[in-house]
């Protein structure tokens, strides 16, 4: 292989990687928008999106150009049209388009459940702690979270705790979602909401971040 054809070589390859992980990336985000994992390519499908690379762009572009503004009320992009967005991002879109109108349907739904009048779930349903205590200002606090027998859960993060995206729905593999993450400790609150599989019925479960005061009551 001449030089000339290494490099070039070595720069396709890098495309390949750079595409790769950035449908990753976004394959992740529309999960926590309320995209069953299920309506999602593959992972090997995945790379080969990332190997087609610009291949038939206009094609592409077309395809999703007349649904954009669905996938921008799903919050799928946040692009101002397809011709922003890379061909290998615009091909995975294109998995969300058909499933834009039912993930804004529920996200209006857990949306409109978020009142203080919506029941809570029984500990088989949902297990979550209701209070963190023992945290000083900013430091890390995971929290971990598993619920049983439901479709979709809504999580709800006060704006305090800067999360990305606000707010997250996800879709339950079999009737379940087990999962965890991580905020720096405030004044404040996360909510929960889920959507019972069996009667469509919404529960909702809210726990709260108590700071430390003193050096007394830090958790270890």
Not at 98 to 125: G, I, K, Q
């Amino acid at each position: 292989m001449t030089t000339a054809a290494a490099i070039e070589a070595e720069a396709l390859l890098r495309d390949i990687y750079k595409h790769e992980s950035a449908l990753n990336e976004l394959a992740g985000e529309l999960q926590s928008r309320g995209l069953a994992a299920e309506d999602l390519p593959e992972r090997r499908a995945i790379r080969a999106i990332a190997l087609l690379g610009d291949h038939d762009r206009a094609a592409v572009v077309a395809d999703v150009r007349d649904a954009w503004d669905e996938l921008r009320d799903c919050d799928a992009t946040e692009a101002p049209s397809p011709d922003a967005v890379s061909t290998p991002l615009l091909r995975l879109l294109s998995y969300a388009r058909p499933h834009a109108s039912n993930m804004v349907s529920l996200r209006e739904t857990l949306e409109v459940a978020d009142t203080a009048d919506t029941p809570h779930p029984t500990p088989e349903m949902f297990q979550c702690e209701q209070y963190v205590d023992g945290a000083f200002w900013g430091r890390c606090v995971r929290v971990h979270f598993t619920a049983n027998g439901i479709d979709a859960l809504g999580i709800r993060p006060d704006a305090v705790f800067g999360f990305r995206p606000q707010p997250q729905v996800l879709r339950a593999t079999e009737g379940r979602i087990h999962g965890e993450f991580s905020v720096l400790a405030d004044r404040g609150s996360i909510t929960f909401l889920m959507r019972r599989s069996a009667t469509g019925e919404v529960y909702r479960h809210v726990m709260t971040v108590r700071l430390a005061e003193t050096p007394e009551e830090l958790r270890p």
